[in-house]
């Protein structure tokens, strides 16, 4: 085996990548992972993002592939680059995102010898890979040829498989690694013909057995006290008009996470985070069928209230795999593709049934978005910010929203909207790392503008990814909610242990925000009164660099103005 043989294999690889349908890869520095870096930057249907932080990179792959709902590969050299990679792998795990994760790795000689740069690669990212290769060093015959087009072709097709989530190859690379010749192009017999894959893998669709939709036709039939439950899903431009259809034909309210896309159209109820804090509306209002899709929703108090009614029938679509009942109260979980269930679902219906049931949902949705309105009054506090980018944002922008306080935030006050903008979160694993470079990876996969909706810490947390947005030449439109810690700590009861909530809970930090944009080539502006915002918004998406709008605002407080739009909420409700 000669570094010509790792070469030839190795163009092979990335070959059948893009055959398959690559289109972006991160890589990273490094000696040892020359030859992997250096065969997918010369794929040229592959572009490359170099990134220095593997952290970073692993995260903006991540939000190009959710982006893009496309596969994505990293490569890196060995030793701690590779764990750095962890934290996005594991987000992708959770969230099943599709990445094909490359690591440069010693041969076997030099494995636990004290060679530098050499930790245990195997294995690395434990039960968070659908599969884990040690790709070993290999002659170029034509059969090892052949081995590593069917390689690349499994990698593509598990990471994207029914339950998609990341894949690792570990590449054993011996030196010397770079070639001291041209490389032997016609030593490989190729790919196939027309640029067709190795391997292709048509998607499976998933129908549903004819016996299962006839119980679910029947079991709506029979219960007018239904409703619609929409999670993040799987990217489907037509779910949210199936979504509309099923809850209109039902009578059902949807219940839709602006992660789902579907928060939009007559039969969407917006403020139903607020609605079920009332423990006399979520009691009159308790379900006798749930149908759900895709992710529950991050709302505690709907999360609550699904778990507080086992006697109901809940019918999970679940296209994933993803079996999320933490409650145990799904009877039923259909594999299938949501959009033709609830398509199907609505048209087998035979009456349009309206009545009591759903108009007092709407009723009461109409009363809350009154109230909360009200209540928030003309202050540009967090829940505002979060309600204008709800209003004022074009269709063809992306969100990309932060854990904490934000993703809460744009779940409750986000309002109905027929052309909302596309809502991405990392909530796999509801971490707060990562959050810049993964907003930076989708403004890599999208047309239109990307805002990044942070609280203070998460920035802080991924300072470094300004500096790989900007090192890449993207923008984006970030919106910070600074309040100087981890807000969200103080709605908990923590926050009434003084001798450390401060210092090891909340975690201030004075970040001058304005310092942060200047080391990033980023603008910078403070917006202090919804109108400042919306005219900092606008230049923000005007401009061809990054900008932070900061908003500052105080944790106390903000517990406060949350306190008083679900008080007002409850005391807008008929009794
Ligand atoms: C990687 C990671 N570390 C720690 C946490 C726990 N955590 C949840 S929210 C939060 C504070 C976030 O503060 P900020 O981004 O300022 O948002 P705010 O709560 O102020 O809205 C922390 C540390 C986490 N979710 N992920
Ligand atoms: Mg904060």
Same mark, same amino acid.
């Given at each position: 085996?000669?570094?010509?043989d ?29 030859? /992997? ?49 962890a ?10 995102v ?39 060093t ?6 090892r #040829? ?7 072709c499994?990698?593509y ?42 391997v292709?893998r048509?998607?499976v ?6 016996a299962?939709?006839?119980?679910l ?32 034909a ?30 006399a ?28 009614a086992? *006697?109901? /029938? ?13 409650a145990?109260?799904l ?6 593709d ?50 204008? #980018? ?5 269709p ?12 809460? *935030? ?43 909706? $942070?609280?203070?810490?998460a ?71 919804p ?16 900008? $932070? ?20 909420v409850?005391r807008?409700?008929?009794?």
């Amino acid at each position: 085996m000669t570094t010509h043989d790792t070469y030839l294999l190795l163009r092979a690889f990335a070959d059948e990548l893009a055959r398959c349908g690559l289109r972006a890869a991160c890589t990273s520095p490094g000696s040892r992972s020359t030859p /992997l870096v250096l065969s997918l930057a010369r794929e040229r249907r592959i572009r490359c993002f170099s990134h220095i932080d593997e952290r970073c990179a692993g995260f903006f792959a991540l939000g190009l592939a959710k982006a893009s709902a496309a596969p994505v590969a990293v490569a890196c050299t060995s030793g701690t680059a590779a764990a750095e990679y962890a934290p996005a792998v594991i987000e992708a795990h959770e969230a099943r995102v599709p990445l094909i994760v490359l690591t440069a790795d010693r041969p076997p000689e030099l494995r636990d010898t004290g060679a530098g740069q050499t930790i245990d690669q195997v294995k690395l990212y434990g039960s968070a890979v659908k599969w884990f290769v040690e790709v070993g060093t290999h002659a170029a015959t034509p059969e090892r #040829l052949r081995w590593m087009r069917t390689l690349a072709c499994r990698a593509y097709w598990t990471a994207l498989g029914r339950r998609p989530g990341p894949v690792h190859l570990n590449f054993a690379l011996r030196e010397p690694l770079v070639l001291d010749g041209p490389l032997d192009v016609a030593a490989d017999p190729g790919g196939r013909e027309g640029e067709r894959p190795w391997v292709t893998r048509p998607p499976v669709v998933g129908h549903l057995a004819p016996a299962a939709l006839d119980g679910l036709v029947a079991a709506v039939e029979a219960e007018p006290r239904g409703v619609l439950v929409l999670g993040r899903a799987e990217h489907d431009p037509e779910l949210p008009a199936a979504a509309q259809a099923l809850a209109h034909a039902a009578g059902y309210p949807l219940l839709a996470d602006t992660l789902s896309g579907a928060r939009r159209g007559p039969a969407a109820i917006a403020h139903y985070d607020a609605l079920l804090r009332d423990p006399a509306f979520a009691a009159a209002h308790a379900p006798g069928l749930v149908i759900r899709v895709g992710d529950l929703p991050a709302s505690k108090p709907l999360r609550e209230w699904l778990a507080g009614a086992p *006697d109901a /029938l809940h019918v999970g679509i679940d296209p994933e795999d993803a079996w999320q009942d933490p409650a145990g109260v799904l009877a039923t979980v259909l594999p299938a593709d949501p959009t033709p269930v609830l398509e199907q679902l609505a048209a087998r219906l035979t009456r349009s049934r309206a009545g009591g049931w759903p108009a007092s949902w709407h009723d009461a949705d109409r009363r809350a978005a009154g109230a909360i309105a009200e209540a928030l009054g003309d202050e540009l506090n967090e829940p505002r910010v979060a309600a204008e #980018l709800g209003v004022r944002l074009p269709p063809s922008a992306t969100l990309f929203v932060a854990s904490s306080m934000p993703v809460r *935030d744009v779940e409750t006050f986000w309002p109905v909207r027929a052309d909302a903008p596309r809502v991405l979160s990392n909530r796999g694993a509801n971490g707060i790392d990562g959050t810049v470079s993964a907003a930076f990876g989708a403004a890599a996969a999208s047309a239109g503008p990307v805002v990044l909706l $942070i609280g203070d810490v998460a920035l802080v947390h991924d300072i470094g990814g300004l500096l790989a947005g900007a090192r890449l030449g993207l923008r984006l439109a970030i919106v910070l909610v600074n309040n100087d810690g981890g807000g969200i700590f103080h709605f908990l009861p923590v926050a009434g242990e003084p001798d450390a909530f401060e210092e090891h809970v909340a975690t201030p930090h004075g970040l001058d925000a304005a310092a942060a944009a200047a080391l990033a080539g980023a603008d910078h502006e403070l917006a202090a009164d919804p109108a400042g915002l919306r005219a900092a918004l606008d230049r923000a998406l005007a401009r061809p660099r990054t900008t $932070i709008v900061e908003v500052r605002t105080d944790r106390a407080a903000n517990v406060a103005v949350h306190r008083a739009v679900w008080a007002a909420v409850a005391r807008a409700l008929p009794a």
